[in-house]
């Protein structure tokens, strides 16, 4: 029998295995193989026990999660993450780098019991929606958790997204139109494809939705139609809080009301003022070409298809404007 020193051991391990490389935060502690400290190895005595998210709002980007976050903090019963002044105060722990800061960079997101045994801990990160890798981890280390996703037709999404990057001047953005963008192909300059990608990728959502469905049963997840929830959010509100079975019921009648100038539905504050989201939510810019929206509609049918076939295998209410697309 012959054997090498631990880190030689570990490094021909990961070099036999590279795809074990990557950490899994579990609930018992680290699952890493080969080595495996002992559980919650993290939590001494005294130390602050916060409780984990029972929901997360998972996006994608451009569908209404900002309005969905802010209408679920106003709940009583409801408390959201501290803002990470990082990630434009959202947590993105379970995509990206984050994730290898560890369990208690996360669980710092979080209240302690004292102010929140009774309510419902969430967090919004709308990154985590097309995430390759992001289902996997959630059911590692919350595998009771609920999830809520919104969609609204992808090419509005792509849309949206493209002029969102303009707004924060993005050079590609810039530089290029949306119908430059869309069209864009694999020989194209790497930040243009990546804007593309961008744009692109996050609407074809039956592909995302199978992968959170491979890791979590379909009553952990409520699709929310993200065009109800701009026209009507108290209904969108009363459908979510039955699903997540929050008490006490909030009747979001009396504290949401639309706004005329904004054109969309904000908040009612004391003095029966409203308060609506920022200039970056709800932005004006010009509709987009006919031509564009035709190209993006034969673009996203396969996957508008599969939706829908997604949706009525699971039970799931289909939304009216995914309807109309396949009309
Ligand atoms: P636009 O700015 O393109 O109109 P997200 O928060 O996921 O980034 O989504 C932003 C989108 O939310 C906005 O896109 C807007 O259309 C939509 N939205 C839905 N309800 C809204 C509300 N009450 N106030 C502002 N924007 C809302």
């Known amino acids: 029998l ?75 019963g409801i408390v959201a993450n501290y803002p990470s002044a990082d990630t434009f105060e959202e947590v993105q722990f379970f995509n990206g780098k984050n994730y290898y800061k560890g369990i208690d960079w996360y669980m710092n997101f979080f209240p302690v019991p004292a102010n929140s045994s009774s309510r419902y801990l969430f967090e919004k990160s709308a990154t985590y929606f097309e995430g390759e890798v992001v289902p996997q981890r959630v059911k590692a280390l919350l595998p009771h958790v609920k999830l809520v996703a919104t969609v609204i037709p992808a090419s509005r999404r792509a849309y949206s997204w493209y002029h969102h990057m303009r707004a924060h001047n993005d050079p590609a953005a810039l530089q290029y139109s949306f119908h ?51 026209n009507d959010p108290v209904y969108i509100m009363n459908e979510l809080q039955r699903f997540l079975s929050i008490q006490p019921f909030y009747n979001y009648t009396e504290h949401l009301r639309y706004d005329k100038r904004k054109g969309f539905f904000c908040q009612v504050t004391e003095g ?27 673009y996203y049918q396969p996957y508008n298809v599969a939706l829908e076939k997604l949706l009525t295998r699971l ?8 309807e109309e697309e396949l009309q």
């Open 180 to 230: 430059r963008v869309i069209t864009a192909g694999d020989g194209d300059p790497r930040p243009l494809r990546n804007l593309r990608n961008k744009c692109l990728v996050p609407g074809m959502y039956a592909k995302h939705l199978e992968r959170w469905l491979d890791y979590f049963p379909s009553w952990q997840l409520i699709l929310i139609d993200g065009e109800e929830l701009r």
């Open 272 to 298: 029966d003022k409203t308060k609506c989201l920022g200039r970056g939510k709800g932005r004006v810019y010009p509709p987009m070409d006919e031509s564009d929206a035709k190209l993006l509609k034969e």
């Open 315 to 322: 039970d799931y209410p289909v939304p009216r404007w995914l």
């Open 2 to 76: 012959r054997t090498v020193p631990p880190l030689q051991l570990g490094e021909r391990y990961f070099h036999l295995f590279p795809n074990e490389r990557d950490p899994v935060w579990g609930v018992s502690g680290i699952h890493v193989p080969m080595c495996r400290p002992p559980p919650h190895a993290n939590l001494g005595q005294g130390e602050v026990v916060r409780s984990a998210p029972k929901f997360l709002v998972i996006g994608p980007q451009k569908t209404g999660t900002t309005a969905l976050y802010t209408f679920l903090a106003m709940h009583p």
